[in-house]
């Protein structure tokens, strides 16, 4: 592209292009905004000249100073931030938090907000979707970006010209799909789930390693997974979440009348739900932890990693969440209503609950053949 050798954009004084040492310097003045920048060659001068006059008539030019807050600015400082002064406003601080948080663990976030461009975020998407995040949980990382940066520009005086988030194609998110499992699959699943952390990666398939190391490792290496059946069990007989289950302890039970109050829920509102005796059965088989709680999960990310072992063993490809989906459907096969299947599992619309339910053609059918 060639460029000219100044144009002048407005009435106003024309951009000083002249000899400062062995450098030349131009100097531009516009809309009481004056900026300045040495080049080697002339050519370069005049150009700079004339695209910083561009940018000052469209409002889109920033100042040294500002510029130089954009390099002191790094993300998790701007999340910090956006945390700080919009928690009060969020329905879930806890998750809210946990969201941030664990935004900030990718290396994304130790970037200045000077080297967050769109190149720099389509990257971090693809790395994510390579990591098999779904597209969903990967969108949920933008909104996030993208809120903490609309935030800055609005009440925080950080000088950002655009939204980068706003200009990277986001991932298309899976729609919702009729997964379930077939009884083997079940009964395999509950198999698989019986066993120890050794069993179930394929590291006692030799019979003569009975070191003293191997066996107390392998003893410690059973409490964790001690309650996995019975957890997987309960997840669908009671539709509780994930959250919600590590959380259940003893005195929120009620074994007399078959209820459990949930006080930790997704929405921030607990609730009372009812046990199905095989649900209170579960619970009954597991020994009292000091903090009186029935799954003690340490981790989400370590309970996801034996998930992850019980699958590969039973050669299932199911999500631990999905069991609150075919529970609500157990419950709408066996004659539930609508709003008992809704008040169960804490769903606060009718139409986040409709996202679960799968009804099958065949039910309904035999709805018809009730009914004569």
Not at 146 to 166: L, Y
Not at 318 to 336: E, P, T, V, Y
Request: aromatic share 10%; proline share 3%.
């Amino acid at each position: 592209m060639v460029w000219p050798k100044y144009a002048p954009l407005g009435k106003e004084e024309m951009a000083q292009i002249r000899k400062h040492g062995k450098k030349w310097q131009a100097v531009v003045r516009r809309k009481k905004i004056t900026a300045y920048r040495s080049f080697w060659k002339k050519s370069d001068c005049t150009k700079w000249a004339y695209q910083t006059e561009a940018q000052i008539e469209a409002g889109s030019y920033l100042t040294v100073k500002k510029q130089e807050r954009l390099n002191e600015i790094r993300l998790f400082e701007l999340l910090d931030i956006f945390f700080d002064k919009t928690k009060s406003k969020s329905k879930n601080i806890k998750r809210f938090e946990y969201e941030i948080n664990h935004l900030k663990r990718f290396p994304l976030a130790n970037l200045y907000l000077s080297q967050l461009d769109t190149k720099t975020l389509a990257d971090f998407r693809d790395e994510r979707i390579a990591e098999g995040k779904a597209g969903s949980t990967v969108n949920k990382y933008l909104g996030l970006i993208s809120r903490a940066i609309n935030k800055g520009r609005r009440e925080m005086d950080i000088p950002v010209n655009f939204n980068p988030v706003s200009l990277v194609e986001k991932p298309k998110e899976r729609p919702s799909v009729d997964k379930t499992l077939t009884n083997e699959e079940w009964e395999r699943l509950l198999e698989c789930a019986s066993k120890t952390k050794f069993e179930v990666s394929g590291q006692l398939k030799n019979q003569h390693m009975q070191s003293a190391r191997l066996i107390t490792y392998h003893n410690r290496q059973r409490r964790p997974l001690h309650f996995m059946r019975q957890i997987i069990i309960f997840a669908r007989e009671s539709l509780m979440r994930q959250g919600e289950l590590f959380n259940l302890k003893l005195h929120d039970v009620d074994f007399f009348d078959g209820t459990a109050l949930i006080r930790e829920t997704k929405n921030d509102t607990p609730r009372k739900i009812g046990l199905s005796p095989l649900a209170m059965k579960q619970l009954k088989s597991l020994p009292t932890t000091i903090d009186g709680r029935f799954f003690p999960i340490k981790s989400r990310h370590s309970f996801d990693g034996y998930w992850r072992l019980i699958l590969r063993d039973a050669k299932v490809d199911f999500n631990f969440h999905q069991l609150r989906h075919m529970g609500a459907n157990d419950l709408i096969k066996s004659g539930w209503s609508i709003a008992e299947v809704q008040a169960q599992g804490g769903w606060k619309t009718l139409k986040a609950l409709q996202r679960y339910l799968h009804i099958q053609a065949e039910h309904l059918a035999n709805k018809f053949r009730e009914r004569g």
